[in-house]
Structure formats: structure tokens, C-alpha cells
């Protein structure tokens, strides 16, 4: 549990995030237009409510799985070291992949976890990522479609926790310390 009060300032409504959703299936189903299936990855568990509003905003043959990954811990500061705590059900060798990540923020995340999906030799992978903070890169690193660009903020909603809490929140907020 965060140990100082905070609010929660709107920053990002549900109706833009949904507006941009369909923007972005439009690419994504130019992209992928010819699979016979494309197996969307959930990298959890912030990307839970992502996915599932991108699911069914696609119209492809598609299949789900998820990956878990080490980030945060309970704090606002990323670990760096990036661990697989829980790996994908199926194999995606010689398979379409989108890997869907709720936001990108050093980098790190997303750079293991494309590595590590690319050596598994995936016929095409590409990301997407709801959020995007450019200003806080380590490693570079940008997924192939972006939601929004957002300022060095840390925010929670619509999958995205501050230690667990507020993923709920049906859109993104930032967190103001009070
Ligand atoms: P990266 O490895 O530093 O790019 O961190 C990516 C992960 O850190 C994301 O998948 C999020 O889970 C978490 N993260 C980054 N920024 C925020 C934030 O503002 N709020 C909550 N979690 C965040
Ligand atoms: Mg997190």
C-alpha cells in the first residue's frame, strides 16, 4: 500500500482511449490481413484491460495468450532487471504475434520480452503499447504502434496499478501525492 495520501487527476478518457482503439485496429488489421491466425499476447497485468477492448475491436482470426513479467514491484521506480514469472501456454514458432504492453517506459520490458519472443522465431512480431513516455528511455525501444505519448507522470487506470491498486478505473489517470 502506498504510504502517502494521493489523487488521481483525469488524463485520458475512456471515450479517447476508445476512439484511438479503433484507429489503431484499422493498422493493425492492414498489417495482418492475410493470417490464417494471429496469437495476441497480454503482457499481464497491466495490458488486461487493453487487450481485451483491442480483442474485440480486431476483425482477424485471432488467439490469446499471456505472459507475465517482473516490472515495478510495489514502487513508482522500474526494477531494470526484467524476469518471466509467468511464460505463454503456446508455442509461436513460425506464428503472426502482436504483443500488447500497457505502457512503455525505460524500455526495459518490452526489449527483453521481444528478444525473447523473437528467438522463438515468430513469422512476424509487432508490438503495440496503450501508453507511451519517451522522456523516461533507457533502452531504445519503441513499439510499432503507440495509444498515446504521454509526459514523465506516473498514472494508473484501465489495467494500470500505483501497488496493485486503481486498475479499475475505467480511464488514465495521474497520480498527484497531496
Ligand atoms: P519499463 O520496463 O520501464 O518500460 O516499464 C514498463 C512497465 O512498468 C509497464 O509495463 C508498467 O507495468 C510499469 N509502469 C511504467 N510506468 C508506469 C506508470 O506510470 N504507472 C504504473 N505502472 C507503470
Ligand atoms: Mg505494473
Given at each position: 500500500?502506498?504510504d ?14 476508445a476512439?484511438r ?13 492475410d ?5 495476441v499476447?497480454g503482457?499481464l ?6 487487450i ?5 475491436e480486431?476483425?482477424?482470426?485471432i488467439?490469446?495468450?499471456f505472459?507475465?513479467a517482473s516490472?515495478?514491484?510495489d ?16 508455442a ?5 504475434v502482436?504483443l ?7 524500455g ?9 519472443l523473437?528467438s522463438r522465431?515468430p513469422?512476424?512480431?509487432k508490438?503495440?503499447a496503450?501508453l507511451?513516455k519517451?522522456t ?7 513499439a ?5 505519448e ?20 475505467p480511464y488514465?489517470g495521474?497520480?498527484?501525492f497531496?
Open positions: 500500500m502506498p502517502r495520501a494521493y489523487v488521481i487527476d483525469n488524463m485520458i478518457s475512456a471515450k479517447s482511449i476512439a482503439i479503433e484507429e489503431l485496429c484499422h493498422e493493425i488489421h492492414d498489417e495482418f490481413e493470417t490464417n491466425k494471429l496469437v499476447v503482457l497485468r497491466g495490458s488486461f484491460v487493453f481485451a477492448d483491442l480483442v474485440r480486431l476483425d482477424l482470426p488467439e490469446v495468450d505472459l507475465e516490472s515495478y514491484g514502487g513508482m521506480e522500474s526494477s531494470r532487471e526484467v524476469r518471466i514469472l509467468k511464460d505463454l501456454r503456446g509461436i514458432e513460425g506464428r503472426d502482436l500488447v504492453e500497457d505502457i512503455v517506459d525505460t526495459h520490458t518490452l526489449h527483453h520480452v521481444t528478444n525473447l523473437k522465431g513469422a512476424r512480431l508490438t503495440i496503450l507511451d519517451p523516461r528511455r533507457e533502452v531504445d525501444m519503441k510499432d504502434w503507440t495509444g498515446f504521454i509526459p514523465d507522470e506516473f498514472v494508473v487506470g484501465y489495467g494500470i496499478d500505483f501497488a496493485q491498486r486503481n486498475r479499475n478505473l488514465i495521474k497520480v498527484r497531496t
